[in-house]
């Protein structure tokens, strides 16, 4: 059974930086692309970040150069590291896991999610 387990959320003040962790188990994801999402109240679940096997990524917009998607294969982790947070990145973030070896930032591409931490950042 797949399961992916996401940490390191919380509440921060803005202009602040935190690290979220996600440890997926129950198959190897090694050649899988995995990728963050996230879903503010109100809002619709919206794509982050993500990061292919090899290290090849992409970001939303609103996000480039305050965030960093990584991935370490032999712990079936990926990270994001934020930094520069702003009140409008307060959201559920979800990790995701995606069968296929390209980059892609559409939820129906990911077969796989975690059930979300919490960010908050504080203005």
């Known amino acids: 059974q797949v399961q992916l387990v996401e940490s390191g959320g919380g509440l921060v003040q803005a202009g602040g930086s935190l690290r979220l962790s996600c440890v997926a188990s129950?198959?190897?994801?090694?050649?899988?692309?995995m990728g963050w999402f996230r879903q503010a109240p109100g809002k619709e679940r919206e794509f982050v970040a993500a990061?292919?096997?090899?290290?090849?990524?992409d970001y939303t917009d609103s996000v480039k150069g305050r965030f960093t998607i990584s991935r370490d294969n032999a712990k079936n982790t990926v990270y994001l590291q934020m930094s520069s947070l702003k009140p409008e990145d307060t959201a559920v973030y979800y990790c995701a896991v995606a069968p296929r070896w390209r980059l892609g930032q559409t939820i129906n591409e990911y077969d796989y999610w975690g059930q979300g931490t919490q960010v908050t950042v504080s203005s």
């Open positions: 129950g198959r190897t994801f090694n050649t899988y692309t």
């Open positions: 990061i292919t096997w090899n290290g090849s990524n």
